[in-house]
């Protein structure tokens, strides 16, 4: 026994090269300041759904963006990012929505949720989201909006922007707006002001003198919704309806409705009251899209394939020499030639396996496999699409035709107002053609079709940019 412990006494002590993880005095300091930060962040599950009524749980932290939720989704889903990806905030039985800003928290969102009504998160493209920052002067009509007096009455681009984003001046926007009274049904027709402290009606005609002035509503304890059905749920005099929801509100009785003449009045309106509210915040998500927080990393994304319209050109491979087509007729004539010798290989290819016939029929429902295309939609149902994807100059959809079953309809966004075009078979020589101007301009199918108006404009407005799409999570 004293053997062993005179051979424990000679083995030399090891010192421990973390004295501050041992039991001490100070073992009570140790707290999530020595550990990760991640761990100290609880998770949550949301629920997010898609056009289709697809959904999807996610278990997400509690500090976590809106911004952070689609990069999530986008990443999961192997989508091109594209910076129009939005989660919206949609209350089902009131038919309200609206685009949750990048910035915001979502389950800050969320905690403002009342039990009676039916809340959902869609994950969708908004291409208007921030539209605004490239052609500002779309957005605010000269009679809708004023200037300080010092200021200048013309301004650039730029400097409409500088005076919406600056803490000393703002813009004054002005105009009729249709409110529905408190508690009533009716609706009334009075002159708004938005200024920085809020917005306001006038008591006695366009008169902006402050005795006249009334109070309406401000915005930093309530959120901006839009109207998705119109007139049919308010019983508003017109379809361009949005509303002010307070954050903490007892249901469908607090809300302050309003309604617009048109379409360019409600985004004028809209739009003002969303940069009076978040402002430079606006400006940071537009110039800085992604941060890279809560666990999704930058360098994961899908690279963006972007390629300019202006260096698209016409060129004529058949002789020994490569040319440039520089006459629109014989460049059009050879788009049409080269997009029929396409279909005709195609069809040769899968006609190997099939029958005439088939050939036949698949060529006049090919287009149904397209994302663009929507099957048996109505026309409000259409421009409800085209709305939720924002009033930007070329989106579009193609849908059958519910006048006619045999002809088709292009529903394409131009100058914040939605168009319907009617694509209609043309037989000649036996063979199918699908045109837009009165056969002036054939195509095999709906995909030629769709693909030359890409790039040509043609007799549309303008070009198809940017489709509708029910995707899939």
């Not at 990048?102 to 389950?107: G, Q, S, T």
């Not at 304890?221 to 007892?250: E, V, W």
């Not at 006619?404 to 100058?415: A, E, I, R």
């Not at 054939?442 to 407005?461: A, M, S």
């Amino acid at each position: 026994r004293r053997k062993k412990d005179d051979s424990t006494l000679e083995i030399p002590s090891i010192p421990n090269p973390f004295p501050e993880l041992c039991c001490s005095p100070f073992a009570s300091v140790l707290s999530a300041s020595l550990l990760p930060k991640a761990t100290s962040r609880k998770k949550q599950v949301i629920k997010v759904y898609s056009e289709d009524d697809t959904s999807r749980a996610l278990e997400v932290p509690s500090d976590i963006t809106a911004r952070d939720v689609c990069q999530l989704l986008i990443l999961k889903n192997h989508y091109i990012d594209d910076h129009s990806w939005t989660l919206f905030e949609q209350l089902t039985h009131t038919s309200l929505g609206r685009a949750i800003e990048d910035h915001e928290l979502v389950m800050e969102v969320q905690s403002n949720w009342v039990m009676e009504e039916e809340t959902k998160l869609y994950f969708r493209k908004n291409y208007a989201k921030y539209e605004f920052f490239k052609n500002p002067l779309n957005f605010f009509p000269d009679h809708m909006i004023s200037f300080p007096s010092e200021t200048n009455a013309a301004l650039s681009h730029s400097g409409i922007l500088q005076m919406f984003l600056s803490s000393s001046t703002y813009p004054e926007i002005h105009g009729y707006l249709h409110a529905k009274e408190q508690g009533k049904k009716s609706w009334k027709k009075m002159y708004f002001l938005l200024r920085r402290s809020g917005l306001y009606f006038s008591t006695k005609g366009t008169s902006k003198e402050p005795r006249h002035l009334q109070f309406f509503c401000e915005f930093s304890n309530s959120d901006m919704y839009m109207s998705l059905t119109g007139k049919k749920i308010s019983g508003a005099p017109t379809n361009y309806g949005f509303c002010f929801k307070p954050n903490k509100s007892g249901g469908t009785r607090d809300l302050k409705q309003l309604c617009a003449d048109d379409e360019q009045s409600r985004t004028c309106w809209m739009t003002a009251i969303r940069l009076l509210k978040y402002g430079m915040q606006l400006y940071q998500n537009y110039m800085q899209p992604y941060h890279g927080r809560s666990g999704c990393s930058p360098l994961n994304l899908t690279p963006m394939r972007s390629i300019s319209e202006n260096s698209l050109v016409a060129m004529d491979f058949s002789g020994h020499r490569s040319r440039i087509i520089e006459n629109p007729t014989e460049a059009l004539s050879v788009a049409v030639e080269e997009g029929l010798a396409w279909r005709r290989r195609g069809c040769l290819r899968l006609n190997s396996h099939g029958s005439p016939i088939a050939m036949s029929n698949m060529g006049m429902s090919i287009h149904r496999s397209q994302s663009w295309f929507h099957h048996k939609i109505s026309r409000e149902e259409a421009q409800r699409l085209i709305l939720q994807h924002g009033l930007v100059d070329g989106v579009f959809l193609v849908r059958d035709s519910q006048s006619n079953p045999k002809t088709f309809v292009l529903s394409l966004s131009h100058g914040l107002k939605i168009k319907h075009f009617q694509i209609v078979p043309l037989e000649d020589d036996g063979k199918l053609f699908y045109t837009l101007d009165d056969g002036h301009t054939r195509f095999t199918d709906l995909i030629q079709l769709v693909e030359f108006y890409q790039l040509n404009k043609g007799v549309l407005p303008c070009k198809l940019k940017h489709y509708c799409a029910r995707i899939a999570l």
